[in-house]
């Protein structure tokens, strides 16, 4: 073959792999995307990266993170410090900072883990603990429906040699957990308890930047009780991708090793660091504004007759709507019919950053006409709400009444 017909295959080659992925209207079409987005409360994991996120990510360093990426280290550190631990490590979610996280600290089985039934890594990990881990867990239901207490702790760790049992090896918590905030005082209780059993903490903290808004307590204090801690930049803060784990130096790099061994050792990511390290210093403020917005959303269904299975305490509110004869399906067809459109899922509604004060009135009042036209239909709206429980009535059985389903995002 001569050189020419090489050069020409290579050509075809190089043709056939191009590809120009942006549309020919694609700031229109971004500009409609933060607009669904500001009408959307199916999750505060769709917010967007604004221009000036980017404007900033791009003067980033542009090293490898497998051999030290400044930018992303500089994060790492940062993040350790005002967490009071000694190291940190980038991870491309939250879910696999949890589930390297729990890796690292089970070491030789048999052990268990120990968890609220609702948490994250019960339920939206996909198994991630038994497959990685080979780890049970023990997952308990709050008896004050709202937030473990040492007590559901002492009442089912495992604990002693009795080798019909695989003993408790870590308390995992989470905080905020369906929004709502962990007390910092039984948080502590548990921390001590375990401590003294030899028993490892870790917090899935991919929304502690709430509760350190809502409460102003320091992030140091709020994670001072556990040995590790993940936490989530794009949950909340806007952030486009990551979390980082933190927490003793050597057990970090244990963990960085089982990151590598996970498939999770990334390249460049000195645009993602930067981006993270945008959103806590611009937008972790905001979310002070979320929780008022999330208040008021809250206070406009009450005020209809809505049943309020979980209130804001931070960023979401459950709801039922049943006591006013709607149901959820009605709610989300008339809302998808607005001439600007809401994106709703279940009983789970979600303010972020970005969500539009809008929205927030034309969601009220989608149920608000709903509710006039059963009134008008003869329904007589009941007098008896759903008790507020941090949500424990989505998932069972209360009172004898079937719980709405989980639908489509009603998660993570």
């Not at 991630?128 to 002492?154: C, K, Q, R, Y």
């Not at 927030?360 to 006039?372: C, G, P, S, T």
């Amino acid at each position: 073959m001569t050189i020419p017909d090489l050069d020409s295959k290579r050509a075809k080659v190089f043709e056939q792999a191009g590809f120009d992925i942006l549309t020919e209207t694609q700031e229109l079409d971004n500009e409609k995307q933060i607009k669904e987005v500001s009408r959307s409360f199916l999750s505060d994991t769709i917010t967007v990266p604004t221009k000036e996120m980017y404007t900033y990510a791009a003067l980033a360093s542009v090293g490898d993170d497998v051999y030290h990426e400044p930018s992303t280290k500089a994060l790492e550190a940062h993040v350790a410090k005002i967490t009071g631990k000694e190291a940190g490590l980038f991870m491309a979610s939250g879910t696999m900072s949890n589930q390297i996280a729990l890796r690292t600290h089970l070491k030789q089985p048999p052990y268990s883990v120990l968890c609220d039934y609702r948490a994250h890594i019960n339920k939206y990990e996909a198994g991630g603990l038994a497959f990685h881990s080979g780890a049970p867990m023990i997952t308990v239901l709050p008896a004050n429906g709202h937030h473990l207490t040492l007590s559901d702790v002492e009442t089912y760790l495992v604990t002693g040699n009795d080798i019909h049992g695989a003993p408790t090896e870590v308390i995992a918590l989470e905080n905020t957990l369906n929004g709502t905030i962990f007390p910092q005082d039984e948080i502590v209780a548990i921390s001590e308890f375990a401590h003294s059993q030899g028993i490892k903490m870790h917090l899935d903290g991919a929304r502690i930047w709430h509760v350190a808004a809502e409460t102003g307590m320091s992030m140091k204090e709020l994670c001072d009780p556990f040995d590790s801690i993940s936490l989530c930049f794009s949950k909340g803060l806007g952030a486009p991708v990551g979390s980082c784990l933190v927490g003793p130096k050597a057990y970090i790099q244990k963990a960085r090793w089982f990151r590598k061994l996970f498939g999770g050792g990334m390249r460049q990511t000195g645009m993602m660091a930067a981006s993270a390290a945008f959103a806590l210093t611009h937008n972790f403020p905001k979310l002070l504004d979320v929780h008022a917005l999330a208040r008021r959303l809250e206070k406009g269904l009450v005020d209809i007759g809505v049943g309020i299975t979980s209130g804001a305490e931070t960023c979401m509110v459950f709801y039922d709507p049943t006591p006013l004869g709607v149901d959820y399906s009605e709610i989300v067809e008339r809302a998808s019919k607005l001439p600007d459109p809401i994106k709703l899922a279940g009983s789970r509604i979600v303010v972020h950053i970005q969500t539009s004060p809008q929205a927030v009135e034309d969601f009220i009042n989608v149920i608000r006409e709903l509710a006039e036209e059963k009134k008008k239909a003869g329904f007589v709206p009941s007098s008896v709400k759903p008790k507020a429980n941090g949500h424990i009535y989505k998932d069972i059985y209360v009172r004898g009444v079937k719980p709405p389903p989980l639908m489509p995002f009603e998660k993570a």
